[in-house]
């Protein structure tokens, strides 16, 4: 299925791209791999050779540059050299480009090849480059290439890369087909559900010990990293955002109108909802006995009931066409009537009918519910001039090396004083400290000095943040006279756990040994019994937390264990009560998710594999210092 859908995506240009994109993600990480040991000179223009595969410094450099642009472009903020090592994005480009140059030499190997025919074909039937009367526009083509940053010759010999990835690929994984016994544990994974009886033992019946002095200073002493200071930044802020200057009173009830009747059906319609129902057969036969009975004057919901199928096989749930993956469902059923059951539908995955048990029309917000919405809009849109240039003037005010405070009160601005705030975004206090575009302002700030000259960092909405470091506070050591407070509060609340802990596990032996929940709570004076139905694989549920259901699903039906509550202070004594895992029916839409997740995992893995034996066979070679050269990187 996964291969399927590669083929499918590369039937656009676009698309094609966005498999290079794929194959480079998904063989990134074994890439590294494989060249762990391989990091030793080779020639002074060349930064990797694989096999017989040269790639050169500009190579490689314009690879990492394309990268990091379309990283920018996808976070809408400044990204530093530092910051993009930090995320790894010179590895993995540097992966990512071997990876491609071993499939392309191994490609070379096998004599694969693709004709200048099917490739202008393939162009030429790409609905992309179509113009309105339905035929390939050759200046469509043009504008479209050119503003992906390509020459017609290397957008050809990228296609011509792609489709021979893709054959290659097809011939290693094409056909994988996951066993039926590996779907089942993946059914049993997803969809296992627990029962559970349970009993709280709150933290309030629990006294704690008052530490003295010299308890005290032992457990802070073995604990000092925990209440150590961070460092603290004092900082000023300038920022020049829309939201600031926008003034949507002055934006006119015809221009909100106007903007309205613009973007009404896209921005404030919600499409049409069906409540679909579907029924999944083996074979279009079985599918068109079903569909005769139905007008015989059988119900879908008989005809369910004939193939032993619940609720939860057959209910999709309320869709618009769109969320529906099956183009040929989703037209079918878009075109019931309410409670209309359809014809056999040649599905993706199968024969299929659906019916449709509630219709929720298209709905369009008016216009009074949202004009201060569209009129705030407008302002700011209208405040992106008024930004323009006041950014130009408190740039020429820095270049003549102006402090921040007298550029903003030189053009009537608002300079904001930070007094203190970590890397964490808290205060001294360990409040959070409101920061506008706060991770970027934070990672730049806590990578500044005092006095340095810092660039402005670009926000959301296309305004500007400028910041000064005006004081660092290192980070220290507190002496528990500082915080004597919290470590005792901490002392206590580790001593609650403790005993918490402790009885729990007595009482755990109690019922092991044949007691009842029950008895045990009336015995030691706690609420009676509770009882949880229906929980899932590692997730929270009322009283019970994901570490709870964690250990509820490691052990077997039966088994009595505690838990910490979901407040992380009460304690539970659980005793594991049930556990149901509906069977694998493979004709049903979630049988055939778990069917296309494993296919794609599967596909995942054995080109992972092959990826790493081709560069195993053909040897690669890093030319250490043309690498560093070409991605920016410090000496070492």
Known sequence: ?????????????????????????????FAIWGIADIFRGYGASTAVRVGSTEIGVEQLRIAYQNELQRLIRQTRGAITPDAARQLGLDRAVLSRVISDAALDERARQLGLGISDETIAQAILADQTFRGADGKFDRRLFD????????????????????????HLSEGVAGGVVPPVALKEAANRIANETRSVDYVILPAARITPATPDDAALK??????????????????NILALTAEQIAKPDQVSDDDARKRYDEVKTVRFGSPERRAIRQIRFPTMEEAKAASDKIKAGATFASIAAERNLTDRDVDLGQLTKGEIVDRAVADAAFALAKDGVSGPIDGQFGPVLVTVTEIEPEKTRPFNEVKGELKLEIARARAQDQIRD??????DQRAGAKPLGEVAQSLGLTM????????QGEDRAGAAVALPERETLLRQAFGSDIGADNEPISTRDNGYVWFEVTKVDPARDRTLDEVRDQVVARFKEDDIARQLAEQAAALAKKVEGGETLA?????????APKTATGLKRDTASGDLSRSAAVQIFNAPVGRVLSATATDGKDRLLIKITDAVVPPFVSTTQAAAQIDEQLRAQLTQDLLASYVARVQTDLGVTVNQEAVRLALGAPSP
Do not use: C
């Open 143 to 166: 504008a479209a290439i050119r503003d992906a940053g390509y020459s017609e010759p290397r957008f050809i010999a990228d296609q011509r890369r792609v489709y021979l990835r893709q």
């Open 1 to 29: 299925m996964m291969m399927q859908g590669l083929r499918n995506a590369g039937q656009t240009w676009l698309g094609k791209l966005v498999v290079t994109v794929l194959f480079g993600l998904l063989i990134m990480s």
């Open 218 to 235: 032992t457990f802070f002493d073995e604990r000092k990293n925990s209440f150590r200071a961070p460092e603290y930044r004092s900082l």
């Open 416 to 423: 904001r004083t930070v007094d203190a705030v970590s890397r």
């Open 519 to 527: 008895a045990v709570a009336a015995a030691e004076k706690l609420e």
């Open 390 to 395: 006041l950014h130009d003037k408190i740039e």
